[in-house]
Structure formats: structure tokens, C-alpha cells
């Protein structure tokens, strides 16, 4: 049970907090009713998320085992059983989506359409160039789609944005990593990585991120969003994102992290703290101002 419960990748769970992002910016941080109803998402996804990094596991099984990280994962390393971890999988997922669908039919149709889309990725799309990043970064945007719907709030258009660009920072970074990381036997371990280079990565990454950092600016000096939150200082929580996009890229470029983008956040305080300074500035200006 242990080892299945690892294959489901618990440590990556905090990606799922795209979910609560609705809930924070549409001001029900406090409501419990709305809170309850985004825990209960968020767990669904969790248990979601875990069924598909199970079948991804199956699937990138040889490959894996060249990896010098991933070949201890339990699949890989022989200690969980595939036929074990397949019918778990397939439990967990169909229970995750009944649930999804139990508490929103709009939030169990975007829960369907990220499994779906996750199995014609690990199948299929994850060997075309630029759509395999944009597929991962699909599943942050449904995410943060899938909390707006199950407590029946609006969501911005620049908010879709500002998520899509931080997933593709992410994911062009996570692919330049690997590329790095294995070197010449990068292709063996994910047939992708040889349509890829440092330099052309080095260039998505730079593009991605002064969108994201334009649009979230743009975003909380937006008339209607100040209209629609009530407040005019949004753009207080700008430099902490600038500074967090900006460490990011120290730690990707100094130090070699950004293979496990939660590992990363996760792991360096400068992040944590920021990360939590960003938080309590916005709920200060949509809660107090």
C-alpha cells in the first residue's frame, strides 16, 4: 500500500492548489461553504492526478529505468507489480471522476477531459514538439477552470492566462532540466527530448516568462478586474511575483533545479517565504481593503 500510495507522486500533490486559486480570488477565502466545496475538489484531483501518474509510469516503464532519478520510483524499480498498480489505478481514477462528477457535472467534465487528455498524452502527444509542454500546461489551466466551476464563480480571462503562461515557464524549464540532466542519453529516456535543445528552450522560457510577468501585471491593473474585486491595490502583489519568477531562474541557472518544479518551490525558503508573503498581500488587499 505504501508503495502505491508513492507511485500516486503525494510530493507533486501541490500542483492541485491551481484548484483553490478561484476560491482565493473571487473572495470565499473565508466562507466555509465555498472552502468545503474547493477541499473536496482538490482531493478529488489529487486522487485523479495520482491514477494518471500511475498509467504514465506504466507506460514510460523502460524509460524510466535509464533515468538516474526516476528509476527509483516503484514501478520502475520492480517494487510495485504492474498488473497491481494498473487495476489501482483504474479504481482510483473511475472513483475520482464519479466523485467529480457527484459534486459538479462541470467540474467532473473538466476532471474527465484532464484524465482523457493525460491518457492521449502519455500514448501519443507527448512525442510532438511544443504541444507535449502545452498539454502539461493544459492540466494547470483545467485545474484552476475546475475550481471556478465547482463554486459557480466567473473566471477571468487574464487569470486563464497568467495560469497558462506559469505552466509553460514551468515546463520549459522542467524540459531543459532533463535535457541537461541526461545529456546524450536524453532521447533514450524520452524520444522528445532530441526536437529539444538548451538553447532553443532558453528562448521559449524567456518568452514565456516576460508574458507572465506582463500579463499578471496587466491583470491586476485591469479596470474591470478592479471593478469586479473592489479594489485598486492589486497590484501590490506584482513584485512578489517578479521575484519569484526571477528566483526561479537563479535556482534553474545556478544551482541546476527546476527538474521537479515542486521540489524545487518546495524545497528553497527564499521561495516559501515569498510565496507567503505574496499570499497574505493579496488576501490583505481583496479581504481587508
Not at 457527484?102 to 484532464?114: E, Q
Not at 524520444?191 to 491586476?220: H, N, R, W
Not at 527546476?258 to 527564499?270: A, E, H, K, Q, R
Request: glycine share 8%.
Amino acid at each position: 500500500m505504501f508503495q502505491l500510495l508513492l507511485a500516486m507522486r503525494p510530493h507533486q500533490w501541490a500542483k492541485n492548489l491551481f484548484v483553490v486559486a478561484a476560491l482565493i480570488f473571487s473572495r470565499h477565502l473565508f466562507d466555509p461553504a465555498y472552502v468545503f466545496q474547493s477541499s473536496i475538489a482538490f482531493g478529488l484531483f489529487c486522487f485523479l492526478s495520482g491514477a494518471v501518474y500511475i498509467f504514465n509510469d506504466i507506460q514510460d516503464l523502460e524509460n524510466d529505468r535509464q533515468h538516474p532519478e526516476k528509476r527509483h520510483r516503484p514501478i520502475a524499480s520492480g517494487q510495485l507489480r504492474i498488473p497491481g498498480a494498473a487495476a489501482a489505478a483504474c479504481i482510483v481514477g473511475l472513483a475520482a471522476l464519479g466523485g467529480a462528477f457527484w459534486l459538479d457535472t462541470r467540474f467532473g467534465w473538466v476532471a474527465l477531459t484532464y484524465a482523457l487528455l493525460n491518457l492521449v498524452y502519455s500514448t501519443s502527444l507527448k512525442h510532438v514538439v511544443i504541444l507535449d509542454v502545452m498539454i502539461i500546461a493544459a492540466g494547470f489551466l483545467l485545474r484552476a477552470i475546475g475550481g471556478a466551476f465547482v463554486i459557480n464563480v466567473e473566471i477571468s480571462s487574464w487569470f486563464i492566462l497568467c495560469t497558462m503562461l506559469l505552466a509553460l515557464f514551468l515546463g520549459f524549464v522542467k524540459r531543459r532540466q532533463e535535457l541537461l540532466l541526461l545529456e546524450d542519453g536524453a532521447a533514450n529516456h524520452r524520444c522528445i527530448l532530441k526536437e529539444y535543445s538548451p538553447q532553443f528552450l532558453d528562448q521559449m522560457i524567456a518568452i514565456v516568462t516576460s508574458g507572465a510577468l506582463v500579463s499578471y501585471a496587466l491583470y491586476t491593473m485591469s479596470p474591470d478586474v478592479m471593478q469586479k474585486l473592489g479594489t485598486e491595490y492589486l497590484n501590490l502583489t506584482v513584485p512578489f511575483v517578479i521575484y519569484g519568477l526571477l528566483r526561479y531562474l537563479y535556482l534553474v541557472y545556478k544551482k541546476g533545479q527546476g527538474g521537479n518544479p515542486s521540489s524545487t518551490i518546495l524545497g528553497d525558503p527564499s521561495l516559501v517565504i515569498n510565496g507567503g508573503l505574496w499570499l497574505l498581500t493579496l488576501v490583505a488587499v481583496l479581504y481587508l481593503f
